[in-house]
């Protein structure tokens, strides 16, 4: 019977074997990534307890906020540890994937460690990867590893709290070998199918693993099945409970040049005319699920309002709704699964007036990329379809078969080479402008993958 977590997989090492130490960032780069990649999995926790008790168990050395869910999740993490920092607590900061570089997923004080630090990282557990490796059936991974290197580098520095997105589900997934003082559970939708199903209510059990006995669940708002599943698990295991919609949440928002203007509840105060400089719904209920939970890692302390304000005001969450170019405009979004490309849309209607709106997509093979192209198809004047370095990526041919369906003939372009479908998507743009729409309303958005768009991000970088 086919296994999709252990499938065409090597198992692994019969033995230890020497650790050479990494003298540059590509060296380590390269060691992290010889490991079983995040899509190849063995769900269990066996390994990773290994190797962080190896390590002397780091992740009990700070209080922990936890966050999963479908969507959000980094955007809220990226909120979280600016309003730590902003009460002066040092924080560590876990999140993945990564949009250009792997060090921006081990940050400390909001900023990725430097090459030397990230070396010095890997350095510091890699003696006790083979080990593992030797007494275990399958090899650690790469995302236990790189967990593994965050858990101890937010040790050593030390930090005052961890800021822990998870990489996939919850309860197996590597990062919970943490007991959370938060656990922030952002909204649940399918994602990862192959992993974790096609039923949200069976996702939210995985994900639920997340919450530990005496945390403070923090749950953004769910469909009734989900929450039932979140509210049983907390109650099994004697958490607080803090529920979007009745003990905080978003009181008003109104789109604003650059972002958004709020008025937010949260557990012990309300906080008005908080400017955000994000876009959409989804990014005001990530805001309140945020400052619900530095509220309840505080206990029962209300944060001072201006202290909020100027935090937020600040906030940044790149390839997220980001624009990053003008004359034409260009906006990059990781939105890959239905539920994203909804609130990618949704926003775009909110805050955004393109005319012609181009998109440049490049999605992985394995995601539900019909249910994107059907989510952007009202928004988008035209579709350039393209593809990834990534060896997941879906062929730009295969991805317009599908476009084609959905957009109609007319409106799709392949373009297999991502800057080739940068550039064929800026003339559309400019050109459409020409055709009547007023000058400067044109816009392309890059959109489908994080990969495509961390890819798209360092090319327009590089170009500037």
């Not at 044109?442 to 970088?461: D, F, I």
């Amino acid at each position: 019977m086919s296994n999709p977590f252990t499938d065409d997989v090597d198992p692994g090492p019969a033995g230890p074997v020497a650790a050479r130490p990494a003298e540059t960032f590509a060296e380590a780069e390269d060691a992290l990534l010889s490991r079983w990649p995040e899509t190849r999995l063995e769900p269990s926790l066996d390994r990773i307890r290994a190797f962080t008790e190896l390590l002397g168990d780091p992740q009990r050395a700070y209080p922990v906020v936890h966050l999963t869910g479908t969507n959000g999740k980094t955007s809220t993490s990226r909120m979280v540890d600016s309003l730590l920092r902003a009460l002066d607590l040092r924080t560590g900061r876990f999140t993945s994937p990564h949009l250009e570089r792997m060090s921006e997923r081990i940050c400390l004080d909001g900023s990725p460690l430097t090459d030397e630090e990230f070396v010095r990282a890997f350095n510091d557990v890699a003696p006790y990867t083979h080990l593992v490796d030797a007494a275990q059936p399958y090899p650690l991974s790469f995302f236990e590893t790189i967990v593994g290197m965050a858990y101890a580098a937010f040790a050593d520095a030390p930090v005052d709290a961890a800021v822990v997105e998870v990489g996939m589900g919850g309860a197996w997934d590597a990062t919970n070998v943490a007991d959370a003082a938060v656990a922030a559970v952002l909204p649940i939708a399918v994602d990862h199918e192959r992993y974790l199903g096609a039923d949200p209510v069976a996702i939210a059990v995985e994900k639920a693993g997340i919450i530990k006995q005496g945390s403070v669940a923090v749950l953004a708002q769910q469909s009734v099945e989900v929450a039932e599943v979140l509210l049983a698990r907390a109650h099994e295991v004697g958490a607080t409970v803090a529920r979007e919609g009745l003990e905080f949440g978003v009181v008003s928002r109104v789109p604003a040049v650059g972002g958004q203007l709020l008025s937010l509840q949260g557990l012990h105060g309300r906080y008005d005319d908080v400017f955000l400089p994000l876009y959409g719904a989804h990014q005001a209920q990530n805001a309140a699920v945020a400052l619900a939970a530095v509220e309840g890692f505080l206990s029962d302390q209300a944060l001072d309002e201006d202290l909020v304000r100027s935090t937020f005001a600040q906030v940044t969450s790149p390839g997220r709704l980001e624009v990053v170019r003008r004359s034409p405009t260009v906006i990059l979004d990781a939105a890959h699964n239905p539920h994203g490309a909804e609130a990618t849309a949704a926003a775009l209607e909110d805050s955004f007036a393109f005319d012609p709106l181009v998109g440049v997509m490049g999605v992985m093979a394995d995601k539900d990329y019909e249910g994107v192209l059907a989510a952007f198809e009202p928004h988008l004047t035209h579709l350039v379809c393209t593809q990834n370095s990534f060896e997941r990526s879906l062929s730009a041919e295969a991805l317009a078969v599908s476009a084609r369906a959905v957009f109609g003939d007319d409106r799709v372009t392949v373009e297999p080479r991502l800057d080739d479908a940068l550039d064929r998507a800026a003339a559309m743009a400019e050109a459409g402008e020409r055709d009547g729409a007023a000058l400067g309303s044109g816009a392309v958005l890059v959109t489908g993958s994080v990969v495509t768009v961390g890819e798209a991000r360092a090319m327009l970088s590089r170009s500037r």
